[in-house]
């Protein structure tokens, strides 16, 4: 898969000879290679709902995999925020900075802030934004509390929200091994990887803590009825493993 990015960036950087970089062409190579190289690599398929709004937005989602990118990016152009350590990860990162990333050190209270002025300036400017506010991966049937931050900038700029969900339908998909290579492994060493993907409703509301609470819910009910009878994933032994209350206790010192 790697070789097939730098395959990628190699063309898409001698087309900029003759052409200007622009987001609509960084959005375009990216569309490009998850159908025509990313997805039928990894043999993932995609069942989606809904589709992402006529304006530019505040896109808000569950985080499952480091694949949920993979899962979503065919059908929405946006910038990408991203824990910083995804700059470390080879290849990946650069794929990342030319199609569309902004970079978060999410211990880092500045970082979070300068991130969701940029955000802002961003969709303001006339791009979405995709941020996965649980600020970590979960392996709950529910999600880690969203943090309140990127809703309270929206609700301040009168920026819509739209609340998605994804949910993939074998545990070795979800992130329960820290490793990131061997993680992937684990992910793709199967024959096939199923997910889903739901767009939400645009929700508007001048207090951030409303769309806050109000897309967390969405986002928890889509992924309930997403899993019915099509999820083999054990939730009642997953959900054992962390007490929610360890994550809100962490969200009262991270907003």
């Known amino acids: 898969m790697g070789l097939s990015m730098i395959f990628y960036m190699l063309i898409y950087s001698f087309r900029l000879i003759f052409t200007s970089h622009t987001p609509a062409s960084a959005f375009a190579l990216r569309r490009s290679w998850l159908r025509y ?24 989602c569950n985080h ?15 910038y990408v925020i991203a824990k910083a350590e995804v700059a470390s990860y080879p290849v990946i990162n650069k794929g ?13 209270s500045q970082s ?17 934004v ?11 049937s529910y999600t880690m509390p969203f943090r309140a931050g990127s809703f309270i900038e929206a609700a301040k700029a009168g920026i819509p929200v739209v609340p998605m969900a994804i949910e993939f339908k074998d ?14 492994l684990a992910s793709y060493a199967k024959w096939k990887t199923e997910a889903k993907v739901a ?26 009825e997403m899993r019915e009878g099509w999820s083999n994933v054990d939730f009642a032994e997953l959900d054992q493993k962390q007490p929610y209350s360890q994550a809100l206790q962490k969200k009262a010192t991270e907003v």
């Open 37 to 60: 190289m990313g997805k039928p690599i990894l043999n993932l398929s995609v069942s989606v709902e809904g589709s992402c709004a006529n304006e530019p937005a505040l896109y808000v």
């Open 64 to 78: 499952r995999s480091f694949a949920d990118p993979l899962a979503i990016l065919p059908y929405l152009d946006a």
């Open 96 to 108: 990342a900075e030319l199609t569309g990333v902004l970079y978060v050190k999410r211990e880092d």
């Open 112 to 128: 979070r802030n300068e991130v969701r002025n940029l955000m802002v300036k961003t969709i303001q400017s006339g791009y979405n």
């Open 130 to 140: 995709l941020v996965f506010p649980e600020g970590t991966v979960s392996f709950h």
């Open 171 to 184: 545990k070795r998909d979800l992130w329960l091994v820290p490793n990131f290579i061997s993680q992937y």
């Open 199 to 224: 767009f939400g409703p645009i929700l508007r509301d001048s207090d951030g803590e409303k769309l806050r609470a109000a897309a967390e819910a969405w986002s928890n009910a889509k992924m309930k």
